[in-house]
């Protein structure tokens, strides 16, 4: 049989054929008589009903007009097609039968797959550029889209978000000042380093602006506006909001509770029954305390910028990744210290990774592992770019000041270099200051894109092929264009055979 044949008009099933239903189908379906077919015109909470009933009901497409009948909704919906006037007016009391049915499946019987047919977006503007570390660091299928720093040089201290804790605190003058000074120096040095790129420039490369702003974004506090867009199905929004409820950060929990309200103006009954997540609360505080027990609070420098690990053996891998993101030791520091670890106290930590487990809940993050982890110690400006590939299993550590900053290359050819390093020193010592009397989620809202951070990448074979392959490419950040270099290096050390075909564009292009 040829492939076309698969295709062809058969009838589905025997509609009654009455002009309301045909309209119905058309607005509705992008066909109304062959077994292949979109959904459009939808309302999310229907679409996201329709969707969990084909494991139970084959005909989708009479099941929609059999739930308009029923909820009597089929001639006004049909009169309000056919009169161009709101459809979805007259599909409300659906819409709410449909978003309880939902909320029913997902909330009282735990079905997840209640969740999976509706895509919503929500925007979040003045929303702190740190706040995307967190927003981005879901195991969900949402997606993202960010406000860049490359092509702006609207910053001032009044698009800064203080977090209300700071600002009432022994630190919020000395905070405001840091800041101040960051900014100052942003703003009156875009000419000396236009200057500077002039006098060594030998074509190619970035646009000079961008490279410029490229530089001068190490400057930017993190806590600095930006505008983010997340979109994603109801289940990840349901699964990812519940989570950023339990955070500490202000702006996080405002911004998850607005997002909650926002929601569930589009599905009535339905995102209202997002709550925070207790369970994962209570798991984080165990999981921490072990690590400090295990690892202590003191931070640990990295040897070298990039580290490759490949092949370790999966317990105490997961056992590290799990304990990583509440500490400061280095990666290699960790696996060696969880080797010691004996088998009484590996189940400890493995009880408190998984014992608030419910309903087929998700393990945390660190059991499942990757062959290959390179764990990366660069300016928070770097983390930002790298953590947006989301094919990757990331882990990262809370910022801490003695990591230190860097300076980018071009402000060391400068006029601006000793002005520069002595704001981030002065913004360096803050974070310290601030993490030793409040923690590290306190902390971060001081940092400035130049402050360093420490995280693993964990990844396959063909992802380390795409990500680095992307992020040499021309277009991109020397900064990132240099760890993904040395990425693609590493690997070929390790197993050339294997990695051999990865293209290193930074090298090519330069």
Not at 141 to 160: G, H, I
Request: hydrophobic share 40%; with cysteine; proline share 4%.
């Amino acid at each position: 049989m040829g492939a076309g044949a698969i295709f062809k008009t058969i009838p589905i099933t025997n509609f009654s054929g009455m002009a309301d239903e045909q309209s119905i189908l058309e607005y509705f379906f992008t066909n109304s008589d062959r077994p292949v077919f979109a959904l459009r015109n939808m309302p999310p909470a229907i679409q996201s009903y329709v969707y969990m009933g084909v494991s139970r009901f084959p005909e989708m497409r009479q099941r929609f007009l059999k739930l308009l009948k029923d909820k009597g909704a089929l001639e006004r919906v049909a009169a309000a097609i056919r009169k161009g006037s709101l459809v979805e007016d007259a599909l409300q009391p659906v819409s709410l039968f449909a978003a309880e049915k939902n909320k029913n499946v997902f909330f009282d019987y735990g079905h997840r797959s209640a969740g999976e047919g509706a895509t919503i977006f929500l925007v979040s503007e003045r929303n702190p550029i740190y706040a995307t570390e967190i927003q981005q660091d879901f195991y969900f299928p949402l997606t993202t889209m960010e406000l860049s720093t490359r092509y702006s040089r609207e910053f001032s201290v009044d698009r800064v978000y203080f977090d209300p804790k700071l600002a009432a605190s022994e630190f919020g003058a000395e905070a405001r000042g840091a800041i101040a000074e960051n900014f100052r120096i942003y703003q009156q040095s875009f000419d000396a380093l236009m200057e500077t790129l002039h006098g060594e420039r030998e074509g190619g490369g970035l646009p000079e602006k961008v490279s410029v702003l490229d530089s001068l974004r190490y400057l930017i506090p993190i806590a600095a506006h930006t505008s983010v867009i997340i979109g994603g199905n109801a289940r990840a929004l349901i699964e990812h909001y519940g989570k950023l409820l339990t955070f500490e950060d202000s702006f996080v929990q405002n911004y998850a509770q607005e997002c909650v309200k926002e929601a569930s103006k589009l599905l009535p009954e339905y995102f209202s029954g997002i709550k925070p997540d207790e369970d994962v609360v209570r798991r984080a505080a165990k999981i921490k305390a072990l690590a400090e027990k295990i690892a202590g609070k003191k931070f640990s420098r990295v040897k070298e910028d990039v580290q490759m690990f490949m092949d370790l053996p999966a317990e105490e891998t997961a056992l590290t990744q799990i304990l990583y993101p509440y500490c400061s030791l280095t990666f290699q520091q960790l696996f060696d210290r969880v080797n010691s670890l004996n088998r009484q106290e590996r189940k400890e930590v493995f009880s408190a990774a998984t014992e608030d487990r419910k309903n087929r809940a998700n393990p945390v993050r660190g059991f499942e592992t990757r062959p290959i982890a390179f764990e990366i110690e660069a300016p928070w400006a770097l983390w930002k770019d790298f953590k947006r590939n989301r094919m990757n299993l990331r882990f990262h550590q809370p910022l801490r000041g003695t990591a230190g900053f860097d300076t980018p290359g071009l402000i060391k050819a400068s006029a601006i270099k000793n002005d520069y390093e002595a704001a981030m020193r002065r913004t360096s010592e803050l974070i310290e200051k601030i993490y030793h009397r409040y923690g590290g989620s306190l902390a971060k809202t001081v940092a400035a894109q130049g402050s360093r951070k420490r995280f693993l990448l964990c990844m396959g074979a063909r992802q380390l092929t795409v990500l680095t392959e992307l992020r040499t490419g021309g277009e991109g950040d020397k900064g990132y264009r240099r760890i993904a270099s040395k990425m693609i290096e590493l690997a070929k050390e390790k197993n050339p055979d294997l990695f051999g075909h990865i293209k290193d564009n930074f090298k090519t292009n330069t």
